[in-house]
């Protein structure tokens, strides 16, 4: 009988100012920006710019060489595909998670803020599931550091932001109740 190590867990928050992403001691952090590439020299390269292939600049490096820049500042960040700020939001997940999860398999959390949680939810775990479709594609970070990737996906879980604040609140580092809430009643 052959085990098949349990998948491990990806944090991922796609903000609407900065992206952030964790994998054990592997972490992305990096601006809600792509950007068109452009000529470099290998000096304006630092060690923590990201590429999506030779397609894209991500984040800082976006902010700093793309003459044509993409963001996106809208509320549905991946609800209708129709809309063109969808694809800037598919490209960022896609660098974040083949840098984060690379040719393994992980669960993801991630979150929404409350005000749209219900209405973007399904959206969010379609996009982060699609993932699985793309074929295998390439992620540089830096000058030095290329990975052929093709991240899998296996279950999403969001849940409303704040939540996780209220979570801390209650639980010690062991997950187990280390405050008890007080009646209001008197």
Do not use: C
Request: charged content about 25%; overall charge positive.
């Amino acid at each position: 009988m052959m085990s098949v190590a349990a998948p491990e867990i990806a944090v991922l928050d796609l903000g609407f100012g900065t992206n952030k992403g964790k994998i054990r001691s592997r972490t992305f952090y990096q601006p809600s920006i792509v950007g068109e590439p452009s000529q470099l020299h290998e000096q304006s390269i630092k060690p923590n710019d990201f590429r999506l292939g030779d397609d894209l600049f991500v984040g800082d490096l976006a902010l700093r060489h793309s003459k044509v820049k993409y963001f996106s500042m809208k509320n549905n960040k991946t609800k209708n595909e129709n809309e063109d700020n969808v694809w800037i939001s598919q490209a960022i997940i896609k660098t974040a998670l083949g840098y984060l999860i690379r040719n393994n398999r992980a669960n993801v959390v991630t979150g929404l803020p409350f005000t749209f949680y219900h209405d973007q939810k399904d959206s969010m775990i379609n996009t982060l599931m699609s993932i699985n479709e793309s074929e295998e594609y390439l992620i540089k970070k830096g000058l030095t550091q290329s990975f052929l990737v093709k991240p899998h996906v296996v279950d999403v879980i969001v849940s409303p932001q704040g939540y996780g604040i209220g979570m801390d609140y209650f639980l010690d580092e062991r997950g187990k109740l280390q405050k008890e809430k007080k009646s209001l009643a008197r």
